[in-house]
């Protein structure tokens, strides 16, 4: 493990997802997946999103659409939540959730506008 | 068609893609396709381009990443040339390919470093 | 939008999904999804389903075949009372469902059909 | 392997690819793929093209848009041809292209449509 | 059906998936998926797991990887269960699992590590 | 970076891919990629390949099956000669392909046993 990498991934995992999300995933770690946990915050968050030549509002549109084309729809809903949290206005992720109507077919399109107004509804419930 | 929507298709996709690969588009056209290309104008650069809430390189990042991801490498060749186009840097087109290989797998990564090394030295040859 | 097509959209999607279901996403649509619903019903239901070469049956069939083997499976629930709603009878979805397990792997085919056994018992249960 | 279901499978994939393309594949099959290619023909086109629900044309339909949609190009073109050895029309055809375009995304239907432009025009020159 | 095929599938499927999944199964099949069930019998465990070049825990390694690659999660469930009957450890199958993240992306990696949890929980609430 | 992990990484693809393919790799890296080549060393090969509850045999095995599934036919080729190279037998990479073509379908399969056997004839050719 670089650690310099290890901690600023995980810098960036708790500003986009948020303290509570990262405390609940580092709390309920056990022997099976604490070094998956680890691998994610270091690979993923630290040596991409740690990457400097994008803002962290254009990650989370790239993320929510990949996302949504490939069906990943548990990590969808975290990082619907990401975007969101890193200042994506509704009308920029709408126009995310076109593309990928367009792109990876209408389902997907429908099932990612179900998803994203579920949330939207929990995170006014939370405020 | 909605003329309006279709013209205003026409217009991004030439801009996105160039004269040259649109008015080849067209002319090629036969029974079998022409209203195949008709409703890509306006369907897919009209109505969904069009919108305004994204900047045609946050368009781009977002379709290099999902056709990536998707493995539609024949949109993908088209959609690079067009991030190019629109103008984002080496550097943040790479940024995306990062991502793309983190989220949808690193083959998906190696075969959109691979093709995008490949388009890089085919704009090179005709400058 | 083209309303001639959006119409004939509109009346061809609460043909095949009824419209106790169609009222409800329009009821239901808000600022977030309204334009969404407008785009899927005039491109998708209009414009696509609207073509003349295929009838409703055929068309059903490659629905829930194409969303089966993409893993679409909220839309899957949608198409497969579709294709009932349409005329299909049992035995043509199931040997469609066939075509899925073979060409798409035995996975989808197994998830297609518990999918489709519990809409059937849904609609018994309404009927 | 059961010998009615392989001969049934035998028939039906004659009739549909053809005998040369099947004369082909039998002829060079060797020790790495044999097993495999009697599997196919007893597993895929005996107990599942075999049934009795549907008829060709529909079968072929549903094959084209799922490979389409899968991004499955080798075996798309051999369905392709299937499809109107079977019977099936260019409108037909067609007409099941804008579905995949539609449901699995644009880029999937582009390539759709660009294969089978290059399929037709083969197809032409051996006529 | 080859009844010799069709009564090895049964065996090892019982052998894989344990009696009490399997007489389930069978006693919940109606005209609608009993000759389904039958088809997976005999060609997915008799004529493909009933061949002879590798054991039983490296076959549901590769099912399990290629099931959490693919997002086919209700099969995944099964064979992550197969796996751990047919005697892989739980080292192995977090090594899988790995391999998954890696090579189909960090969301199919995120979302095997979570279903493997919580079938872990599921069997030890059992035993 | 790691360099303990970067270092076992390069070590192990050098065995798996040979030195010829990764020096090629390394001498052909330029800005735009390079530091992909060294996530892919790191990440990849180190930090995953590099773990201890399976072997080498067993990782191609997955590799090759979830590549196929997943329509990644470049990275197909590389690790369907590793797993030659890691000495899998060919009887048992044919089995492999045959869960391939069962859980991701005839057509993954049909094109896998293809690609199989040009890439055995290539190396029949330098041998």
New interface residues.
């Given amino acids: 493990?670089?650690e310099k990498?290890y901690d600023d991934g995980m810098s960036i995992r708790r500003e986009v997802l948020g303290d509570e999300y990262v405390d609940n995933a580092m709390r309920n770690a056990?022997d099976?997946?604490k070094d998956?946990q680890q691998?994610?915050t270091e690979?993923?968050w630290g040596?991409?999103w740690g990457?400097?030549?994008?803002d962290r509002k254009?990650?989370s549109?790239?993320?929510i659409?990949?996302?949504a084309?490939?069906?990943?729809w548990?990590?969808f809903e975290l990082h619907f939540n990401g975007a969101l949290n890193n200042g994506c206005?509704?009308?920029?992720v709408?126009?995310?959730?076109?593309?990928?109507?367009?792109?990876?077919?209408?389902?997907?399109?429908?099932?990612a506008?179900?998803n994203?107004?579920r949330i939207?509804a929990e995170r006014e419930g939370k405020a």
Avoid at 51 to 54: D, I, Q, V
Avoid at 89 to 92: K, T
């Fill in positions: 493990m670089d990498v056990d099976f997946n998956f691998f994610v690979y993923c040596a991409c990457r400097g030549a994008l254009q990650r549109l790239i993320n659409s990949m996302l084309a490939m069906g990943r548990e990590e206005s509704l009308d920029q709408k126009d995310a959730l076109f593309h990928v109507a367009v792109y990876a077919g209408i389902p997907a399109g429908v099932s506008f179900k994203a107004r939207l």
